[in-house]
């Protein structure tokens, strides 16, 4: 973007804001007319500055909103600080960077959220003052690309103007990723190119901030070249005493135990006061106070060997952690002052570090024990929900979401489609010596030939909507193995020289090929998708508009090989003034925290199933200003699935935590309930061998029946159970009412019954068949928790509901213990003939309340609401919600009390497809259990059967 567009875009939001705070509603009008003005300030900008872009840019950044965060929090040994001390803190280096962030035309919404958020994270960290020995542990929990560095700078930038002097971020494990840290932290929070013969402060070159006020200074060890990190020779020679430290000192250093020991080593020299705690005596540097900022914090960071603990839960003092978790927990006791925030979009790993974990030499593990904080997408993120889409899920209270229609499947990248397939292009099994061939052919599979297409078609539209010095990038990652990368490479290389030959020499000599298909891709692709993605900073192109700017956006491309240096990051730095196209061809190198400028379209078909490897894959998540309707992500369909799986799995994960949130839950209450929840356990990273036992809690879960068995004797059996289960429970007349707030909700075709003994319903669960699999409708497990509540004096008085269908629905009547019932249809997942048959979704969300009185439904309905609109960025709801979610009903609900929903299903339309052996009625049931913290868990033992089923044999 040049200066004359950026200077009118700051001088116009400050006017806009302006408007803003008057109470005057935004309408185009109101921005053109302000556009206006900004353009009349400055003469120069009316002919140098797109108006009518200028508006739309305006406009879509206006529209912009945010929610608000939600923390879990223990202020234990914390003294609140921050309210008392604000107002005499000079907050340079926050400033300036709040300047930086207009100059980049942030919109004004985002920078004040990032003021907000900076400030409570800052806060619920220790007084850089406050005298004596403290140690705080949290954990911020973004989504990924969705500016997770932005929030640390900032915070690093207000923790310096607070008074910490000693910043060290830990930035992945490779080269290019600590880097491209360091070159952001130049610009945004030093100021400065941290080159080695610049970072003297008269040869300094400013950047970013330093070209704002080069007056406000910090000092670095560490810098942006691809050598430095933090060496053996750094540590000689560098002798300052951290007491002795006037300006704030940041490392950017590499997750290397190597590297981390050096650095260790030279804490170590100045460690000379001896303090003692809890009986154990140790050296500290005295009075630093020290910031550490874990980036990716679940990946290296965690200890990955069990450590032991006696029977009254006190760990083993002698433990010996993996080297890299080893050294940060050094690092940290090394100081008798110290914070530690690690930031991750994935947080399974760190929740499931033991939080009484410690040794006598390291001291206590990472586990965020002070605070996680879940902080909220702006809604323009285009995150997993909106890209993958989400099925509605009312235990959990979510609301269906379609996918933007951005993806493209391949089919053509192997022989076949099965998972073991050694042949073709790119088989899902392939070595190190593999040869990729397309029909025999040293070619690209059709399917990527497209995308490489539908990339020169985004650079060229985005150059036709003005946009013609930002960066392009494409991602094709398909192997691990780096030399079968070096032949994709060449492939693409020559597919491109191909396409620019044609288009730049074939108008000449008559070869209209690549013209045209591009033109056949716009116009049966492009033009359809544009037209479904509504945003006034989209305008519509037609092909006239983009064809004349083909030859320019392909003739800029570059194909480049990312291998883990830092000049996979430096070329972007070395063409900001006129924007770099690149189509980066990657690895493993791909999979975490290294950025995409630009990113439009990706070709992806490394398949990885483990939750949070697979989230942090996605670098097409982000931000997408101006073409979010060009973007394209090629992938296999098995692949999609998957997404869309832990997309459900991250949506629960956070769901849970807003539910803890709302009613003032620990991070230490959190890490025991996912540690024990059946669906996130089955989800994370935990390292599970052969053979694992799983220790599993129900409470505050609600279960149902989505699988099925289609075997006669299955069907006649849990049919006949339901039947002797009903008949003990006796007679009842059909209909049900509750009272609500405002309304009587009736259930016309139901029957209910009411303080049902625990063990009955116990009996029950545990007395029907389900099929074996990885899923959690495991009536023996059920029925072994309820048992074990029964001892605590929980779960005793339940309500059963025998659910008929709803009014105005057809369905095929039954007769079960002699209470006539109209069966609920349910469709099927996949009406191909398999072992077992599965729904969507089996409850009704209303269903869940259907023991509620009135007011404990208006506070699971007040709990919902003050959860509402926590982050648009990841749900884009704008309605509140009018029913209370799952987890509040759970909530709410008394410990004694629990739920058991009958559903029998109508058989005959999965009867006809061949779904069913017979027309015998399937009996679906859920259990809703109430939340408990003192609730029981059951053993759940995990084979290798059951691994490769749900994850391939990936753990």
């Avoid at 542990?137 to 932005?150: C, E, F, I, Y």
């Avoid at 235990?395 to 998972?419: F, N």
């Avoid at 959690?776 to 269908?805: M, P």
């Amino acid at each position: 973007m040049n200066a004359e567009y950026d200077s009118a875009w700051t001088i116009a939001q400050v006017l806009i804001k302006g408007q803003v705070l008057q109470g005057i509603a935004l309408t185009r009008e109101v921005i053109a007319g302000k556009v206006d003005t900004a353009l009349l300030m400055d003469p120069t900008l009316k002919n140098q500055v797109d108006r009518e872009r200028l508006i739309a840019d305006l406009e879509s950044s206006f529209s912009v909103w945010m929610g608000s965060s939600a923390t879990l929090e223990n202020n234990e040994d914390h003294v609140a600080w921050l309210n008392g001390r604000k107002s005499g803190i000079e907050w340079k280096f926050w400033k300036r960077y709040q300047r930086l962030l207009q100059q980049k035309r942030w919109s004004s919404t985002s920078i004040d959220t990032l003021n907000e958020l900076t400030d409570e994270t800052l806060g619920r960290l220790e007084d850089p003052n406050r005298k004596g020995i403290w140690s705080r542990r949290g954990l911020v929990v973004g989504h990924v690309q969705s500016g997770k560095t932005a929030n640390y700078t900032g915070l690093i930038c207000k923790a310096a103007d607070a008074g910490y002097k000693i910043i060290i971020v830990l930035a992945g494990i490779h080269k290019s990723l600590r880097s491209q840290t360091q070159i952001r932290l130049d610009e945004g929070f030093l100021g400065y190119e941290s080159k080695d013969e610049a970072v003297e402060g008269s040869k300094r070159k400013h950047i970013g901030v330093g070209q704002i006020d080069p007056s406000i200074s910090a000092n670095t060890i560490t810098t942006r070249a691809d050598d430095g990190d933090f060496k053996v020779s750094v540590r000689r020679n560098f002798h300052i005493s951290p007491e002795a430290l006037r300006l704030p000192l940041l490392f950017v250093v590499k997750k290397n135990a190597r590297v981390l020991e050096n650095l260790n080593s030279w804490v170590e020299r100045f460690a000379q006061k001896k303090i003692k705690v809890d009986g154990v005596e140790r050296s500290v540097v005295a009075d630093v106070p020290l910031l550490v900022i874990d980036d990716e914090a679940d990946h290296a960071s965690i200890d990955t060997r069990s450590q032991e603990f006696d029977e009254e839960g006190r760990p083993d003092p002698d433990h010996d952690p993996t080297s890299i978790n080893r050294q940060i927990r050094k690092l940290l006791h090394l100081f008798e002052k110290n914070s530690y925030v690690g930031y991750t979009a994935t947080p399974f790993a760190n929740i499931f570090i033991h939080d009484a974990g410690r040794t006598d030499e390291h001291g206590e593990d990472l586990f965020p024990k002070s605070f996680i904080t879940n902080l909220p997408a702006s809604s323009d993120y285009v995150g997993p929900v909106r890209v993958f889409g989400l099925e509605p899920d009312s235990s959990l209270g979510l609301e269906e979401r379609k996918p933007l229609g951005l993806i493209r499947h391949i089919e053509d990248h192997a022989d076949s489609l099965e998972p073991d397939e050694r042949g073709g292009w790119m088989p899902p099994i392939h070595k190190k010596d593999h040869k990729p061939r397309y029909k025999e052919k040293r070619a690209l599979p059709p399917s990527l030939q497209q995308a490489v297409h539908a990339f020169i078609l985004a650079c060229a539209a985005r150059r036709a909507r003005g946009q013609t010095k930002e960066h392009n990038s494409m991602l094709i990652h398909v192997t691990r193995f780096t030399n079968v990368q070096n032949e994709v490479h060449e492939q693409v290389k020559s597919t491109l020289k191909k396409l620019r030959d044609q288009l730049e020499l074939g108008e000449a000599a008559g070869i209209t090929g690549a013209h045209e298909e591009l033109r056949r891709l716009w116009e049966k692709d492009f033009v359809s998708t544009s037209g479904t993605i509504k945003d006034p900073a989209l305008p519509e192109l037609s092909w006239d508009d983009v064809s004349g700017h083909l030859k320019a956006a392909v003739g800029a491309i570059k194909v480049k090989q990312i291998n883990g240096t830092a000049g996979d990051v430096l070329d972007y730095e070395d063409h900001k003034a006129t924007g770099l196209s690149v189509i980066a061809v990657g690895g493993d190198k791909l999979a975490r925290g290294l950025t995409l400028e630009g990113l439009s379209v990706s070709y992806f078909l490394r398949a990885s199933r483990m939750y949070d490897t697979l989230m942090q894959m996605g670098r097409w998540f982000g931000y997408r200003p101006g073409y979010l309707d060009l973007c394209r992500l090629y992938m296999t369909e098995e692949l999609d699935d998957w997404f869309q799986y832990v997309t459900k799995a991250s949506e629960e994960l956070r769901q849970e935590f807003d539910r803890m949130a709302a009613v003032g839950g620990t991070p230490a209450d959190y890490g025991l309930r996912v540690r024990s929840h059946p669906t996130l356990l089955v989800t994370s990273p935990v390292k599970m061998r052969n053979g694992v036992e799983l220790q599993l809690s129900f409470a505050g879960d609600i279960i149902e029946t989505t699988l099925f068995d289609p075997r006669r004797r299955t069907l006649e059996h849990n049919r006949t159970t339901t039947i002797r289960f009903l008949e003990k429970l006796g007679p009842r007349p059909q209909g049900w009412t509750q009272s609500r707030p405002d309304r009587p909700e009736q259930w016309k075709h139901s029957y209910v019954w009411q303080d049902v003994p625990g063990t009955e319903v116990s009996m029950f669960l545990a007395a029907l068949q389900v099929p074996e699999g990885p899923h959690k409708a495991r009536g023996e497990l059920l029925s072994e928790f309820i048992n074990k509540q029964l001892q605590q004096k929980e779960l005793t008085h339940w309500t059963v509901a025998l659910i008929g269908r709803k009014d105005g629905e057809d369905g095929m009547p039954d007769t079960l213990a002699g209470l006539p019932i109209t069966l609920t249809f349910r469709d099927v997942k996949n009406k191909e003939r398999r072992e077992l048959y599965g729904i969507r979704r089996l409850v009704n969300p209303r269903d869940e309340t259907i023991d509620l009185d009135a007011n404990t439904y208006a506070r699971a309905l007040e709990l919902t609401k003050e959860g509402f609109q926590r982050d648009p960025g990841r749900t884009r709801r704008k309605q509140e919600p009018e029913e209370p979610s799952g987890p509040f009903i759970r909530h709410v609900r008394p410990k004694k009390r629990g739920v058991l929903l009958l559903y029998p299903l109508d058989p005959r339309p999965h009867y006809a497809n061949r779904l069913l052996e017979a027309e015998v009625t399937p009996i679906g049931w859920a259990v809703s259990f109430p939340n408990s913290e003192t609730a029981a868990k059951v053993t759940y033992r995990v084979n290798s059967v059951y691994q490769t089923q749900e994850y391939g044999g990936e753990l």
